[in-house]
């Protein structure tokens, strides 16, 4: 592996660096202040004009869809490999990726439009979603089920002639407060009989169709991330077109796999890119405080901290790199012990990193003048969005004993004998 940029990525790096620094980093405590006027008046549940002004610099700048690769529809989209370094600047403010038309869910709705969704669907949701002029959401856990499980799934998908009607409860709806959100991406059962992994499809329901209901937002250590929003959502006998069941009946966990690995990539990208802020912000903090007669930044506990935390992105980053090559080059299902790892190690630590940076902030650091807390809900939600730590290590041990059961057989043909 090449470790080393190429001439076009150093170049949208360095055009990337210079949007955030022109355009969102002067503009973040607009952004949350926009939110809060909103919600003094009775609704924070409205779109920033911030975000919708900058939209069209970013398309102008060449820095629209980057994440989409292979695709006629977005000429612009890179590689894994080429998109990482890119997703990790965006990820130092919670709200740049949408200003780029990358942010999630949007990101993984795209892909699996463009992968798995019939021509005519795609003309219908995924250009207007590459345009930026809607957003989307993608339905699959439950609150009444262990989700990260996915088999558990209970939401109905049941034929009726030329419709499939839905009904069901989902939760983490991540996108569907957002009023501009006009597609979901459904997973429910067709097949409650078949095989375990086959009783699943994936099904593109319009946000406006009759039976639908947003039930709440649900709120993320306080948060409730308005205008975007994590909501439960109840499904009753939603009806919708045949031919908006992606791929055919009993194939939504090969799309989900499709789905998360591309997404898992992203996040963990944003992960590093809010870290390595974090570090930032705590090493200006300590250099800048003065406790007990001497700089904070020369107590000898914040020097392992710093060193630990470097350290730390730095592994994180080469291993996430490693993964979106693999995935560039020998696909998501060779390289899927690395998306676990990365799954578990980018979330877990940006978390510590954070928690540091807050430390050094002292009461500040929980407090709304500093991103820090927000970006610690954030991350800390990331070890169970998109499978929890426990399933991505299970799955890791599994792939790690399965390289071992062959040596295994070999040692026990061979014994080693007195004398050898």
Same mark, same amino acid.
Request: charge should be neutral.
């Given at each position: 592996?090449?470790?080393?940029?190429?001439?076009?990525?150093?170049?949208?790096?360095?055009?990337?660096?210079?949007?955030?620094?022109?355009?969102?980093?002067? @503009?973040?405590?607009?952004?949350?202040?926009?939110?809060?006027? @909103?919600?003094?008046?009775?609704?924070?549940?409205?779109?920033?004009?911030?975000?919708?002004?900058?939209?069209?610099?970013? =398309?102008?700048?060449?820095?629209?869809?980057?994440?989409? +690769?292979?695709?006629?529809?977005?000429?612009?989209?890179?590689? $894994?490999?080429?998109?990482?370094?890119? !997703?990790?600047?965006?990820?130092?403010?919670?709200?740049?990726?949408?200003?780029? =038309? !990358?942010?999630?869910?949007?990101?993984?709705?795209?892909?699996?439009?463009?992968?798995?969704?019939?021509?005519?669907?795609?003309?219908?949701?995924?250009?207007?979603?590459?345009?930026?002029?809607?957003?989307?959401?993608?339905?699959?856990?439950?609150?009444?089920?262990?989700?990260?499980? %996915?088999?558990?799934?209970?939401?109905?998908?049941?034929?009726?002639?030329?419709?499939?009607?839905? $009904?069901?409860?989902?939760?983490?709806?991540?996108?569907?407060?957002? *009023?501009?959100?006009?597609?979901?991406?459904?997973?429910?059962?067709?097949?409650?009989? /078949? +095989?375990?992994?086959?009783?699943?499809?994936?099904?593109?329901?319009?946000?406006?169709?009759?039976?639908?209901?947003?039930?709440?937002?649900?709120?993320?250590?306080?948060?409730?991330?308005? +205008?975007?929003?994590?909501?439960?959502?109840?499904?009753?006998?939603?009806?919708?077109?045949?031919?908006?069941?992606?791929?055919?009946?009993?194939?939504?966990?090969?799309? %989900?796999?499709?789905?998360?690995?591309?997404?898992?990539?992203?996040? !963990?990208?944003?992960?590093?890119?809010?870290?390595?802020?974090?570090?930032?912000?705590? !090493?200006?903090?300590? $250099?800048?405080?003065? /406790?007990?007669?001497? *700089?904070?930044?020369?107590?000898?506990?914040?020097?392992?901290?710093?060193?630990?935390?470097?350290?730390?992105?730095?592994?994180?980053?080469?291993?996430?790199?490693?993964?979106?090559?693999?995935?560039?080059?020998?696909? =998501?299902?060779?390289?899927?012990?690395?998306?676990?790892?990365?799954?578990?190690?980018?979330? @877990?630590?940006?978390?510590?990193?954070?928690?540091?940076?807050?430390?050094?902030?002292?009461?500040?650091?929980?407090?709304?003048?500093? *991103?820090?807390?927000?970006?610690? /809900?954030?991350?800390?939600?990331?070890?169970? /969005?998109?499978? +929890?730590?426990?399933?991505?290590? =299970?799955?890791?041990?599994?792939?790690?004993?399965?390289?071992?059961?062959?040596?295994?057989?070999?040692?026990?043909?061979? *014994?080693?004998?007195?004398?050898?």
């Amino acid at each position: 592996m090449n470790f080393d940029y190429t001439d076009k990525v150093k170049d949208l790096q360095k055009r990337l660096l210079a949007f955030m620094d022109t355009h969102i980093y002067p @503009n973040e405590k607009r952004f949350f202040a926009e939110i809060e006027e @909103n919600r003094s008046k009775g609704n924070a549940w409205i779109p920033t004009k911030i975000v919708e002004e900058l939209k069209p610099l970013a =398309n102008k700048a060449g820095l629209w869809n980057l994440f989409l +690769p292979h695709s006629k529809r977005a000429p612009q989209g890179l590689t $894994n490999l080429e998109y990482a370094p890119l !997703c990790e600047i965006m990820g130092r403010v919670p709200f740049a990726a949408e200003i780029f =038309n !990358c942010s999630a869910p949007d990101t993984g709705n795209m892909e699996t439009l463009e992968r798995y969704a019939s021509e005519e669907i795609k003309d219908q949701w995924l250009e207007p979603l590459l345009r930026g002029e809607i957003r989307s959401a993608f339905l699959m856990t439950e609150p009444a089920v262990a989700s990260s499980d %996915a088999t558990n799934i209970q939401c109905s998908i049941r034929r009726e002639g030329n419709e499939y009607v839905i $009904n069901g409860v989902k939760w983490w709806s991540s996108g569907a407060g957002d *009023p501009r959100c006009a597609v979901y991406i459904v997973m429910g059962k067709t097949d409650p009989e /078949a +095989p375990r992994h086959s009783q699943q499809s994936m099904i593109v329901v319009p946000a406006n169709t009759p039976g639908i209901q947003v039930l709440r937002p649900l709120t993320v250590f306080g948060y409730d991330d308005a +205008p975007h929003g994590h909501m439960e959502v109840e499904l009753k006998n939603v009806r919708v077109p045949v031919g908006n069941l992606m791929l055919g009946e009993g194939r939504g966990f090969e799309i %989900a796999q499709g789905r998360l690995g591309p997404g898992r990539i992203h996040h !963990c990208m944003r992960s590093i890119g809010s870290a390595e802020r974090a570090l930032e912000l705590m !090493c200006k903090r300590l $250099n800048s405080r003065v /406790a007990f007669g001497k *700089p904070v930044s020369s107590q000898g506990v914040w020097h392992e901290r710093i060193a630990d935390a470097r350290i730390m992105i730095e592994q994180a980053r080469l291993l996430t790199l490693k993964a979106a090559y693999m995935m560039d080059t020998v696909g =998501n299902k060779i390289a899927k012990s690395e998306i676990a790892m990365i799954k578990v190690i980018a979330p @877990n630590m940006a978390t510590q990193i954070i928690d540091w940076a807050i430390q050094a902030h002292g009461g500040g650091g929980v407090s709304g003048d500093f *991103p820090l807390a927000y970006a610690y /809900a954030h991350q800390r939600t990331l070890r169970l /969005a998109d499978g +929890p730590d426990e399933v991505h290590r =299970n799955s890791i041990a599994k792939l790690e004993l399965a390289r071992h059961v062959a040596t295994m057989s070999q040692d026990i043909e061979m *014994p080693i004998t007195r004398g050898s």
